[in-house]
């Protein structure tokens, strides 16, 4: 992932990195990746990995990157909480990994600087060995979505930040900005704090900053999930061009689900109300996949993704473990 982030950076635009838990959701961001030609991150967590029964999900990837050669394609573990679990991933074939050390194992309970920085240590150690990229987290998102996030707000201090990124050498820094996971974010138009942003990438251009909680939450997509019996309450999230202000100040990986899960949902809801006798699966999950293919779509060429795809020759984990160790 991370000669795709300095890509990002050379391109000043950013990489959506789409959570995905089974076949069609993979399918539907390649799809979008080869018709709008971006290089892309496809992220699981671990309940993802759970849901999969790992093996299934590590194949499908690896089908996602046989079938896609032309498309530089990052895998990336989600919310690591150890080192155990990043090591999992890496054994699985990721070449990016999280560790959310603002957590505790737990995944709720928020950790002080000193632990954060020594989970975070050693899963770099590990990781840029094997020419794996690692992804660190400082400060707490609000919002709570199954079971990951403290649900309480703290937003990422910039001097404490390059502390950290020197302390742990992390490739890529998850900072809190005022968003959180899940569809329910705000109640009104929300205002990132631009200044943190800007304050660690003046001092750090090198290290990639994402932006956690960057569903839109497509009010279009609301409307459907709803028209066709669902019950999504008011929602809203962080729009399009707060994101694309933020992008000129080093974030560079823009971790959507949410938006993903809303544009599958009403697909489905709408096959099962207009067509009450379907049973077959891929009548339902069919459009559910053209519906995340056509959202992800829109994100890359929100994102500035679009025609990247072909910049550069991906490299492989050894030579980037090469690269590590001159570092
Ligand atoms: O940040 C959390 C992601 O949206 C993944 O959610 O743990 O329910 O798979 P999950
Ligand atoms: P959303 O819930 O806004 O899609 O955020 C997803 C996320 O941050 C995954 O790590
Ligand atoms: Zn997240």
Same mark, same amino acid.
């Given at each position: 992932?991370?000669?795709?982030?300095?890509?990002?950076?050379?391109?000043?635009?950013?990489? %959506?990195?789409?959570?995905?838990?089974?076949?069609?959701?993979?399918?539907?961001?390649?799809?979008?990746?080869?018709?709008?030609?971006?290089?892309?991150?496809?992220?699981?967590?671990?309940?993802?990995?759970? +849901?999969?029964?790992?093996? +299934? *999900?590590?194949?499908?990837?690896?089908?996602?990157?046989?079938?896609?050669?032309?498309?530089?394609?990052?895998?990336?573990?989600?919310?690591?909480?150890?080192?155990?679990?990043?090591?999992?991933?890496?054994?699985?074939?990721?070449?990016?990994?999280?560790?959310? %050390?603002? *957590?505790?194992? /737990?995944?709720?309970?928020?950790?002080? +600087?000193?632990?954060?920085?020594?989970?975070?240590?050693?899963?770099?150690? +590990?990781?840029?060995?094997?020419?794996?990229?690692?992804?660190?987290?400082?400060?707490?998102?609000?919002?709570?979505?199954?079971?990951? %996030?403290?649900?309480?707000?703290?937003?990422?201090?910039? /001097?404490?930040? =390059?502390?950290?990124?020197?302390?742990?050498?992390?490739?890529?820094?998850?900072?809190?900005?005022?968003?959180?996971?899940?569809?329910y974010k705000f109640k009104q138009t929300p205002k990132l704090a631009l200044d943190v942003v800007r304050a =660690?990438?003046?001092?750090?251009?090198?290290?990639?900053?994402?932006?956690?909680?960057?569903?839109?939450?497509?009010?279009?997509?609301?409307?459907?999930?709803?028209?066709?019996?669902?019950?999504?309450?008011?929602?809203? %999230?962080?729009?399009?061009?707060?994101?694309?202000?933020?992008?000129?100040?080093?974030?560079?990986?823009?971790?959507? /689900?949410?938006?993903?899960?809303?544009?599958?949902?009403?697909?489905?809801?709408?096959?099962?109300?207009?067509?009450?006798?379907?049973?077959?699966?891929?009548?339902?999950?069919?459009?559910?996949?053209?519906?995340?293919?056509?959202l992800v779509s829109g994100k890359m060429k929100d994102l500035g993704t679009a025609g990247h795809a072909k910049?550069?020759?991906?490299?492989?984990?050894?030579?980037?473990?090469?690269?590590? /160790?001159?570092?």
């Amino acid at each position: 992932m991370r000669q795709l982030l300095d890509e990002a950076s050379k391109g000043n635009y950013a990489l %959506g990195a789409f959570n995905v838990n089974n076949m069609e959701q993979i399918q539907a961001i390649m799809m979008a990746a080869r018709s709008t030609q971006s290089p892309v991150i496809i992220q699981a967590s671990r309940g993802a990995l759970k +849901y999969s029964n790992m093996v +299934y *999900l590590r194949h499908l990837m690896l089908a996602a990157a046989e079938e896609n050669p032309n498309i530089p394609l990052a895998m990336h573990l989600d919310h690591g909480n150890s080192l155990e679990s990043c090591k999992t991933a890496i054994s699985l074939g990721f070449t990016s990994v999280m560790i959310d %050390g603002s *957590l505790k194992e /737990d995944g709720k309970t928020p950790t002080n +600087y000193e632990e954060n920085v020594e989970v975070t240590k050693k899963v770099v150690e +590990y990781a840029h060995k094997l020419g794996v990229t690692v992804e660190g987290e400082l400060g707490t998102l609000g919002g709570i979505e199954d079971g990951v %996030g403290s649900g309480k707000v703290v937003l990422t201090d910039p /001097d404490q930040a =390059i502390e950290f990124i020197h302390e742990t050498k992390v490739d890529a820094l998850a900072v809190a900005i005022g968003t959180s996971h899940g569809a329910y974010k705000f109640k009104q138009t929300p205002k990132l704090a631009l200044d943190v942003v800007r304050a =660690i990438h003046e001092r750090t251009p090198e290290t990639a900053l994402v932006m956690h909680g960057s569903s839109s939450v497509p009010q279009e997509l609301v409307a459907i999930v709803n028209k066709y019996g669902g019950q999504m309450k008011k929602a809203m %999230g962080v729009p399009m061009e707060a994101i694309q202000s933020v992008i000129p100040h080093g974030v560079r990986k823009v971790n959507i /689900d949410t938006d993903g899960r809303i544009a599958v949902t009403g697909a489905i809801r709408k096959v099962f109300v207009e067509h009450p006798g379907a049973i077959d699966p891929r009548d339902y999950l069919g459009p559910a996949r053209e519906a995340l293919a056509e959202l992800v779509s829109g994100k890359m060429k929100d994102l500035g993704t679009a025609g990247h795809a072909k910049d550069f020759a991906p490299i492989t984990l050894e030579d980037m473990s090469k690269t590590y /160790d001159k570092m």
